[in-house]
C-alpha cells in the first residue's frame, strides 16, 4: 500500500514538470480564485439552515420572561398590559395601591370561547391579539374586551365568556372620506342633553320630536339625494338649545373589485367588493348647518372650509356659546380649526396652520383649554421643529412658544387646565445620542418649569392615569430588555412592575443588532440604522448586504425599543433580520431623509418625491459602514420591502440600479395613483400631477436591471393588488425578466403577519441567496419541504 502510494506521487510530480508553466499559473490562479470565493462565501445554506432560520422567531420568543408591553389604563384607577410568561403571554391588571397583580381575564375561557366563535383553536397563553380595550356590558364598564385578529374586530364578555365579530353601527366611510351609500346611516334618534328632545333624518332632512307628546317639528325642507342631511353627525349644544349636523355632498364611489379564487369551504371563486377612493377622486363635501329647537336655521359661511378634504365631528364649547371643527384643505398645505358662534353662526380660524410642502395632519394635535376655546395648545412646525404652542382662540395669533429648540415633541400624554401644565413625549433632545428615544417631560402653559421625568438612555413609552396622579413608564432599547415603573405623576418610583428577563435568550445565541450612524446625502445630517450580523459572523469572510426598508413618511422605522420578535408595516422588526442574517447575509434597516420625528426639512424630502425613499442618504450609509468594516460587501446589495417599503424596494432597481442588485417586494403601492386617497394625498399633494408619475414604480419598469420578486395578498385590502398586476403588466411589455407570487386569499400581510408565514419567507430567503450569494438552494419540491411550522 505503501508503496503504490509512493508511486502514485512520483505520477504527480512527473505530470506537473510536463505541465507548461503558463498553464500551472493559470491553474493555481482560477484554485486561488475559487478558495477565496469560497472563503468569502461559505457554504450554500442547506435545508437545515432554513429551518433553524425560519422556526427562530417562535422558538426565541418563548425565552423570554416578565418583558412588559406598553401600558394601558382604566378609568377606575387600575391599569392593565401584556407580559411574557412561561409558555407565552398573560395580560395582567394592577392598581397603585396594591403590589399584587392578577389575570386581566379568564385567559382559558376567552380562548375557548374565541375558538368556538371562529373555528380555530388557541391556547390560552398564546392569544392572537397584543392590546385590547374594555367594553360595557350588562351596566359593567369592564365587563367586555375588544380586540383586532387578522383585520376583524371581536368583542368578548367576561361574564358568559362568549365572542362575537363587532359589526359597527352606522355606514362606513372609504378612508374616511366617502360614505357607502349602499349602506343605511344609523339613524337612531339622538336624544338632547336635557332629555327633552330627539332630532333625527326622515328622508333627507332634519326632523325633531318633543319626547313629552311626540310634536314633530321639520328643521330642514331642502335635502335631496345629492346634498342630504347625515344624522349620524348630528351634535346637541350643552344647554339643548340647539343642533347642528353636516349636510353632505356625496363624492365619487370609486370600488374595487377582487375575485378570491380559492375560498375556504368552496370551490367555486368569489367576488369581492371594497369602497376604496384613490387620490384625485371627489370626497365627501360637508357644510356644517346651526338649527334651534324653536325651528330657527342658520348656515354657515364655508370660505373658512372651502375645498376640504374633511372635516371633524362637530363638537361643542362647554358653555354652548360655540362650536368647533377641525378643517384639512385638500391638497394638506392648510389646516384650521374653525370656531363658529352659535348665537349668529359666524365662522373665524381659532388657528390656523400653513406649509408649503405638507402639513402633518395625522398627527395633529389641538387641545381647547378649559373646553371654552379661548385659548388653544397646538403642535406646529412653523419654526423648523414639531413643537407647543399656545393659541389666542379669539383670532388665533400666537400667545406664547411653549417648547422650543433643535428636537421634536412626538405626542401630548396629558393637560392639567386648572394648573396649566401639559406632559409630553419628546426626541432628540440629547446631543450625541440617539435621536429616535422619547423621552417624557413636563412644562407649564407659559413654558417654565420644564422637567424631565425619565432619565435612563432608552426608549421610554409612558402611560398616565386618567387622575393624572401616576404613570407608569415601560422602558428599554433593541439591546436591553424591558424595565417597567409605576412612578408619581412628579417621578418618584413607587415600585417596579416588571424587569424583562433575557438570560435565557442570551444563552441561546441571541445577539443585539448593532446600531451605526453615518452622515446623509448633504454631509451633515446624521441618518440613523441597525445592522444585524449572522450569529456565526466571520470577520474574514465578506457577506453581501440585504436592506429591510421602509420609507413612509408618516413615522420611522428602525426599531427603538426591546421587542425583536414582532412585525410592521415595512416587513420583519430584528428576528425576521436576523433569520435572514444566519443563511449568510448582513440585514440592515435604516431611517433616511423623508422619514418622520426629525426636522421638518428632513422630512419634507417626501413632498412629492415618494420615489426618493431616502435613498441617497442609505447608499451614503451603506458605503461609510463598508468604510469601517472590510466583512460588508457593497458589491452584492439586495432590498426588501412591503406596501410603502415594496414601492421602494422595486424603486431601487429602477433608479439605482448600479448600487442594488436583487429586490423582493410585497404588497407594493407602486404608483401611488393606485393607492389609498389618504396616504397618497397628505404625501403627493392634489392635484394628481405629474409628480405621481415620476414616482410610479410601473411607470418606470424600463429602468429595471437586477432580479425582482414580487409578492402579493389576492385578497389585498389595504392596497390594491391590481397595483402590482399593472407592474407586471409592464414589466412584460418591457422585455424584464422577474419572478411572481400571488397568494390566493392573502391580504396586505400575507407572508409577514398573516397567511402561509413559512413559505413566503423561505421563497424570499431563497431569491436572496441564489441572486446574491449566487449559490443552488435545496430543491424542495424533490426534498421534504418546509412545513408551515417549521422546526421549532
Request: aromatic share 10%; hydrophobic share 40%; glycine share 10%.
Amino acid at each position: 500500500m505503501a508503496s503504490r502510494a509512493g508511486d502514485s506521487r512520483v505520477g504527480a510530480r512527473r505530470r506537473r514538470r510536463d505541465f507548461p508553466a503558463t498553464k500551472r499559473m493559470t491553474a493555481w490562479i482560477l484554485l486561488a480564485g475559487l478558495w477565496l470565493v469560497a472563503a468569502g462565501l461559505g457554504a450554500a445554506p442547506q435545508a437545515a439552515d432554513y429551518q433553524r432560520s425560519l422556526g427562530l422567531r417562535e422558538r426565541w420568543m418563548m425565552l423570554t420572561r416578565d418583558v412588559a408591553f406598553p401600558v394601558q389604563w382604566r378609568g377606575d384607577g387600575r391599569f392593565y398590559y401584556r407580559k411574557t410568561v412561561e409558555g407565552g403571554f398573560a395580560f395582567v391588571l394592577g392598581e397603585p395601591g396594591a403590589d399584587a397583580m392578577r389575570p386581566a381575564f379568564d385567559a382559558a375561557r376567552l380562548a375557548q370561547a374565541l375558538g368556538k366563535a371562529d373555528g380555530r383553536t388557541y391556547a390560552p397563553l398564546r392569544l392572537p391579539f397584543e392590546r385590547f380595550a374594555y367594553d360595557a356590558e350588562g351596566g359593567d364598564p369592564y365587563g367586555a374586551i375588544r380586540f383586532d385578529v387578522d383585520y376583524v374586530s371581536w368583542r368578548c364578555t367576561l361574564g358568559e365568556y362568549a365572542c362575537a365579530m363587532v359589526v359597527e353601527k352606522g355606514r362606513p366611510r372609504g378612508f374616511g372620506v366617502v360614505r357607502d351609500l349602499r349602506v343605511a346611516a344609523d339613524n337612531t334618534p339622538r336624544r338632547s342633553p336635557d332629555g327633552q328632545w330627539e332630532a333625527f333624518v326622515e328622508g333627507y332632512d332634519v326632523m325633531l320630536r318633543r319626547r313629552t307628546d311626540g310634536k314633530l317639528v321639520r328643521l330642514s325642507r331642502d335635502g335631496r339625494a345629492d346634498a342630504f342631511y347625515d344624522p349620524e353627525t348630528i351634535a346637541w349644544s350643552p344647554d339643548s338649545r340647539r343642533l347642528a349636523l353636516y349636510r353632505v355632498q356625496p363624492g365619487f364611489a370609486r370600488i374595487v373589485t377582487r375575485v378570491e379564487s380559492s375560498p375556504v369551504g368552496q370551490l367555486q371563486p368569489l367576488v369581492r367588493t371594497q369602497l376604496y377612493p384613490k387620490p384625485g377622486d371627489a370626497v365627501d363635501v360637508e357644510r356644517p348647518v346651526l338649527f334651534g329647537v324653536d325651528g330657527t336655521r342658520t348656515d354657515i359661511d364655508d370660505a373658512l372650509f372651502a375645498n376640504p378634504y374633511s372635516l371633524s365631528p362637530i363638537r361643542w364649547r362647554r358653555d354652548g356659546g360655540s362650536l368647533a371643527f377641525d378643517f384639512v384643505q385638500r391638497g394638506f398645505q392648510r389646516m384650521r380649526v374653525v370656531a363658529v358662534d352659535a348665537a349668529n353662526g359666524r365662522a373665524h380660524a381659532a388657528v390656523e396652520e400653513t406649509a408649503k410642502t405638507f402639513v402633518y395632519a395625522d398627527r395633529s394635535f389641538a387641545h381647547e383649554v378649559d373646553g371654552l376655546g379661548k385659548e388653544l395648545l397646538w403642535i406646529s412646525e412653523r419654526d423648523g421643529w414639531r413643537h407647543l404652542y399656545l393659541i389666542d382662540g379669539a383670532n388665533g395669533r400666537v400667545k406664547r412658544q411653549i417648547t422650543r429648540g433643535d428636537w421634536v415633541v412626538r405626542d401630548v400624554l396629558r393637560v392639567d387646565d386648572e394648573k396649566r401644565r401639559i406632559w409630553f413625549s419628546a426626541s432628540g433632545m440629547d446631543r450625541g445620542k440617539d435621536p429616535y428615544y422619547r423621552h417624557v417631560f413636563a412644562v407649564g402653559f407659559d413654558g417654565t418649569g420644564l422637567t424631565r421625568l425619565t432619565e435612563a438612555d432608552a426608549d421610554h413609552d409612558v402611560a398616565i392615569s386618567g387622575d393624572g396622579q401616576w404613570y407608569v413608564d415601560v422602558y428599554s432599547r433593541p439591546d436591553r430588555a424591558p424595565v417597567a415603573e409605576l412612578r408619581r405623576i412628579g417621578g418618584s418610583l413607587v415600585r417596579t412592575l416588571e424587569r424583562g428577563d433575557i438570560s435565557r435568550l442570551l444563552a441561546a445565541g441571541w445577539k443585539a443588532p448593532q446600531s451605526f450612524v453615518a452622515k446623509g446625502r448633504d454631509g451633515r445630517t446624521d441618518i440613523w440604522g441597525m445592522l444585524v450580523r449572522p450569529r456565526d459572523y466571520d470577520p474574514s469572510k465578506k457577506y453581501p448586504v440585504v436592506e429591510n426598508i421602509y420609507a413612509g413618511p408618516h413615522d420611522s422605522f428602525v426599531p427603538k425599543t426591546f421587542w425583536p420578535f414582532g412585525y410592521h408595516a415595512g416587513g420583519d422588526k430584528q428576528i425576521g433580520m436576523q433569520a435572514l442574517a444566519d443563511l449568510g447575509f448582513m440585514v440592515v434597516m435604516i431611517d433616511g431623509m423623508g422619514t418622520a420625528n426629525r426636522s421638518k426639512a428632513f422630512h419634507d424630502v417626501a413632498w412629492k418625491n415618494l420615489g426618493d425613499s431616502g435613498f441617497p442618504d442609505r447608499i451614503a450609509w451603506h458605503r461609510a459602514l463598508a468604510a469601517r468594516d472590510p466583512s460588508y460587501d457593497i458589491s452584492r446589495v439586495g432590498i426588501y420591502g412591503a406596501s410603502a417599503g415594496g414601492q421602494s424596494a422595486l424603486g431601487a432597481l429602477e433608479r439605482h440600479p448600479d448600487f442594488y442588485r436583487v429586490a423582493v417586494a410585497y404588497a407594493g403601492c407602486y404608483d401611488n395613483r393606485m393607492d389609498k386617497i389618504s396616504w397618497n394625498e397628505q404625501w403627493m399633494g392634489w392635484p394628481v400631477d405629474e409628480s405621481y408619475v415620476r414616482a410610479s414604480g410601473a411607470a418606470n419598469v424600463a429602468a429595471v436591471r437586477g432580479d425582482l420578486l414580487l409578492i402579493v395578498g389576492e385578497q389585498d385590502s389595504n392596497v390594491d393588488p391590481a397595483s402590482t398586476a399593472q407592474v407586471v403588466n409592464a414589466l412584460i411589455a418591457a422585455g424584464k425578466d422577474f419572478d411572481l407570487l400571488n397568494v390566493p386569499g392573502g391580504e396586505h400581510s400575507v407572508g409577514r403577519s398573516t397567511g402561509p408565514i413559512d413559505y413566503v419567507q423561505r421563497r424570499q430567503f431563497d431569491f436572496f441567496v441564489r441572486h446574491l450569494q449566487e449559490a443552488a438552494t435545496p430543491r424542495w419540491n424533490a426534498d421534504a419541504p418546509v412545513s408551515q411550522q417549521a422546526v421549532r
